[in-house]
């Protein structure tokens, strides 16, 4: 897979990261919203605020958190940060979260990235790919990883084809943005949106791609956390 490079762009732009952490977690079974669970002994958001800041690409973040909560303002509270974090409300919606860490970035950010909290084990050089592509000119980047299953489509409970696997990518975050593209896609976002991606295709911008990681995989389940707990062992705690 090769990374794209669409002529000079703002290779010193400001870049904005923008961490969606207002899921519920109702699949985890904890009670509680999943950025709160703890992987090794820290909050899901403590793991991927600290990807982001190990990546080094950032020069603002912002979270965006469900309302009122306490908690997840604490677990960034705990991390040592060097760059400036605004905490925002999230929205009834994950466009409206997105749309929110939007309107927070400061005006002189050109470039944003939108980084699932769930995603805490991303690697830092998944970050720096992205945004690496925006530099060289591309308005919107998204990493990804080759499908391994081979994938149905089902209606009715009857399949109705089988689309190439070749053809197919598992979508990752950080997806990667010019901030007046995203802003632009999301004044009209619509429904049925999974990712900001999707609205860059709905308006005609190309989105390009570079590689993802396996580590960056979305917390979502109980056998997730697990992995993600194996994977944040020392390597004397390894077995």
Do not use: N
């Not at 960034?76 to 466009?95: E, M, Q, S, Y």
């Not at 489509?153 to 010019?178: H, I, S």
């Amino acid at each position: 897979m090769s990374e794209t490079s669409s002529g000079p762009g703002p290779s010193t732009a400001q870049v904005g990261v923008i961490i969606v952490a207002g899921g519920a977690g109702q699949r985890l079974g904890r009670g509680i919203p999943k950025a709160q669970v703890h992987v090794a002994g820290r909050s899901i958001l403590h793991h991927s605020l600290r990807g982001v800041l190990d990546a080094g690409v950032a020069t603002e973040i912002c979270v965006v958190v469900p309302a009122g909560d306490t908690a997840l303002r604490q677990a960034i509270a705990d991390v040592t940060i060097d760059v400036p974090v605004r905490l925002v409300d999230g929205g009834a919606t994950r466009p409206d979260s997105v749309a929110a860490g939007l309107a927070a970035l400061s005006p002189a950010t050109a470039l944003v990235l939108v980084h699932d909290a769930a995603r805490a084990l991303t690697p830092p050089e998944v970050f720096r790919r992205v945004v690496a592509a925006l530099q060289s000119g591309a308005d919107a980047v998204i990493p990804v990883i080759p499908v391994v299953d081979t994938i149905k489509t089902v209606q009715d409970a009857l399949v109705t084809g089988t689309p190439p696997r070749d053809t197919l990518r598992a979508v990752q975050t950080p997806q990667g943005f010019t901030v007046e593209a995203l802003r632009r896609a999301h004044q009209d976002p619509g429904a049925g949106v999974t990712d900001d991606a999707m609205l860059m295709e709905r308006l005609g911008i190309p989105v390009h791609v570079v590689e993802g990681a396996d580590a960056a995989f979305k917390i979502t389940t109980a056998q997730d956390l697990q992995l993600a707990e194996i994977l944040t062992r020392t390597p004397t705690e390894t077995v």
